[in-house]
């Protein structure tokens, strides 16, 4: 039995004559605490369900607390029950819920638009009960303080929902609230430093395994590549490396290394843009991390190997552009080369065999197949190039780049090489 109170009634068990008793308040029920004998049993006060844990009890409670904050008559034309109500009783309501929001003062009004406000950003950024309850809460605050003048009103339920979410360790970061909010990402900071300052207010920082179980779930990672990235985040923290860092750059960092070992491929460019940070930022963390957790990995290593899907798009592209045999043959010559001497890419291998091909174009005059070539290949003219004269000097071509630049082709030729060609370069 629970909550056991000893009766100070010098009453007796009638089966032993004891007298010391047992009430119990849930079960009603006074226990000799001897023989174990009932002696009453008064009426339970109590729910008639039971419940062991706490979200079972917020499961089977049928009530809550009062709420004066949040009361209003409902705007639908149906009763408890769910059923229609009559024309009368429908216009009967109309002029109740007339008068509420006439009657009502400034600060019911502000909560009921602040209340709206807060339930349609909650549902858009998938956060849970207890952090809606949290921001209302903080809300209610500065609306009793009185800090609410001069500011907008969807502003300050941006800044109490970021500072709710940051106190329960939730990664929603300003500019996703802000993305889902009628106010920039520059107003919803200035009111939730306003808000920190004069509520006096400290916020924790995000833990950065919280990111890498984020995004390694919207990237579709293993669950093998998060534990690597947490073991190296784990590591990077017994050294310090990550004091004053972005938790979200270094995540991504430690995500992308991990990726990397286990030969998952994911680009920087998919990584940066999942966790909301930039490729350089990633790069930068990543390289400091290999260097000062010595690393046994090389970021680079991804080496160059011919396929046949590799070997039938070089021949798709070869028909379409209606190029010969030989220049076809000399592409795949090139791309065995540089197969031969393990030359690592960063880049797509598509892009690679596009680059094979346009080199062979050079080298048999075609320089029109040359320009289509590389508006198929979908980067800019100046990356096509560079990336071609790298590959040019890595396998030491006697070719000269810089005499055998093609000629743009003309639009309506790129209009029907587009629409001959749908083929655009692909991760590997």
């Known amino acids: 039995m629970s909550r056991r109170n000893i009766s100070p009634k010098r009453e007796e068990c009638p089966e032993c004559g004891n007298q010391v008793l047992i009430r119990d308040h849930r079960s009603g029920e006074v226990v000799c605490s001897f023989c174990g004998y009932v002696i009453s049993r008064e009426l339970s006060r109590g729910p008639e369900w039971r419940a062991f844990t706490p979200r079972e009890i917020q499961k089977r409670t049928r009530v809550s607390p009062k709420t004066d904050s949040f009361r209003l008559i409902n705007p639908r ?60 809460r903080i809300y209610l605050n500065v609306l009793k303080r009185r800090l609410i003048r001069g500011r907008a009103i969807r502003s300050i339920v941006a800044a109490s929902l970021f500072i709710a979410c940051r106190k329960y360790q939730i990664p929603r970061s300003l500019a996703a609230i802000s993305e889902k909010s009628p106010i920039d990402k520059k107003g919803v900071g200035r009111d939730v430093r306003f808000l920190l300052r004069r509520l006096g207010l400290r916020l924790p920082v995000h833990e950065q395994s919280i990111y890498i179980q984020k995004v390694g779930g919207n990237l579709g990672l293993s669950q ?16 310090g490396i990550t004091a004053g860092k972005d938790p979200r750059g270094q995540a991504a960092a430690t995500l992308y290394i991990a990726c990397t070992e ?30 000062e957790l010595k690393l046994d990995v090389n970021l680079r290593s991804r080496k160059f190997k011919i396929t046949d899907d590799i070997q039938d798009y070089i021949q798709e592209v070869g028909r379409t552009l209606d190029l010969p045999m030989q220049t076809r043959e000399r592409a795949f010559q090139i791309l065995y080369e540089a197969q031969e001497k393990s030359i690592a890419v960063s880049y797509e291998t598509r892009v690679l065999a596009l680059i094979a091909l346009y080199v062979a174009c050079l080298e048999d005059n075609e320089k029109n197949a040359g320009a289509r070539i590389v508006k198929i290949s979908g980067v800019s003219s100046a990356t096509f190039s560079n990336r071609h004269r790298q590959l040019v000097e890595k396998l030491n ?12 082709p003309d639009s309506l030729l790129l209009d029907e090489v587009s629409q001959d060609l749908e083929l655009s370069p692909k991760p590997q």
Do not use: W
């Not at 024309?87 to 602040?114: C, D, F, G, I, W």
């Not at 093998?224 to 050294?239: D, H, N, S």
């Not at 998952?264 to 963390?285: F, H, L, M, P, Y």
């Open 77 to 136: 034309d149906r009763d408890a029950f769910g059923r229609k109500i009559s024309s009368s009783e429908r216009l009967k309501m109309y002029r109740l819920r007339r008068l509420q929001l006439r009657s009502s003062a400034a600060s019911q009004r502000n909560l009921n638009l602040a209340k709206a406000e807060l339930d349609r950003l909650c549902s858009l950024l998938h956060v849970p009960a207890i952090i809606r309850e949290e921001a209302m």
């Open 262 to 291: 286990n030969k998952e491929n994911r680009t920087q460019k998919d990584i940066a843009k999942e966790s909301g940070v930039t490729e350089v930022t990633v790069r930068n963390r990543y390289k400091q991390l290999v260097e």
């Open 224 to 239: 093998k590549t998060q534990e690597r990235a947490l073991q190296i985040l784990q590591e990077a923290q017994k050294k």
């Open 397 to 408: 071509l006697d070719i000269n780049v810089k005499d055998k630049k093609a000629k743009p």
